[in-house]
């Protein structure tokens, strides 16, 4: 079964400093990994996607990486602010258009 | 650009009454939509898959009856709960799929939150 998992559930972190969000997921064969973010009571924004062929994304002070062989990708977050307050959700494409989403970080910048 | 729109955003029915949630991609044609329902606190649950011109595929443990899904144009998407009940409460989200590269990109309407009393 292709899953998809967010450890920790929820993360704390001062102003200011650097975070990473962390996704694994258990099948190799991933076709892309997308993460995104969702403020409360409203849907999901597209941050990054990564493509299989893709080690690296950076959009601003966000950068993704995937590897593939140890089933995991990272959020990085530079020079945190407290408008990066939200759930972070990973979501991982098997070889077609449906995402498996995994549990979700959420986090709390604290100013 | 890649703008998904859902209306409406929130809706309160009765119990045994029926409630149409329509889905829209606003500056780009999406032969596939996608619908999920999510409850408070957890992470999306795929419910089907919305394909343009043909039936949606449902996940397993989805009813289809319940769950009436058309995909009449490029741009639309309508889900619609039929005699709808309390469990059926939920925040409902839709996304349009994008081809990009040699893969896809999904984007997310701003949800619909269904409170069936």
């Known amino acids: 079964k292709q899953e998809v998992t967010q450890i920790p559930a929820a993360l704390s972190v001062p102003e200011g400093e650097n975070l990473v969000l962390n996704c694994s997921f258990t099948?190799?064969?991933?076709?892309?990994l997308q993460w995104f973010r969702q403020d409360p009571g409203k849907g999901l924004t597209s941050l990054l996607l990564?493509?299989?062929?893709?080690r690296e994304q950076t959009s601003g002070r966000l950068n993704a990486s995937l590897d593939k062989s140890s089933g995991r990708s990272t959020l990085y977050i530079a020079a945190s602010q407290p408008g990066d307050s939200a759930t972070y959700l990973c979501?991982?494409?098997?070889?077609?258009?449906?995402?498996?989403f995994g549990t979700g970080t959420r986090l709390t910048i604290i100013p | 650009g890649a703008v998904v729109s859902q209306h409406p955003s929130r809706v309160i029915c009765k119990s045994g009454t029926s409630v149409k949630i329509e889905c829209r991609s606003l500056?780009?044609?999406?032969?596939?939509m996608f619908w999920y329902r999510q409850f408070p606190k957890k992470s999306l649950m795929l419910m089907a898959t919305?394909?343009?011109?043909?039936?949606?595929?449902?996940e397993q443990g989805v009813e289809k009856d319940k769950f009436l899904i058309n995909h009449a144009s490029l741009t639309l998407s309508t889900l619609t709960v039929t005699s709808a009940h309390p469990e059926d409460s939920s925040f409902y989200i839709c996304?349009?799929?994008?081809?990009?590269?040699?893969?896809?990109?999904?984007?997310f309407g701003p949800g619909t939150r269904l409170t069936v009393t």
């Open positions: 996304s349009a799929s994008l081809p990009k590269g040699q893969s896809y990109e999904q984007y």
């Open positions: 099948d190799s064969a991933i076709y892309n």
């Open positions: 990564i493509q299989s062929s893709q």
């Open positions: 979501a991982a494409s098997f070889g077609n258009e449906k995402l498996t």
């Open positions: 500056d780009f044609q999406a032969t596939t």
């Open positions: 919305s394909n343009e011109g043909s039936k949606a595929t449902y």
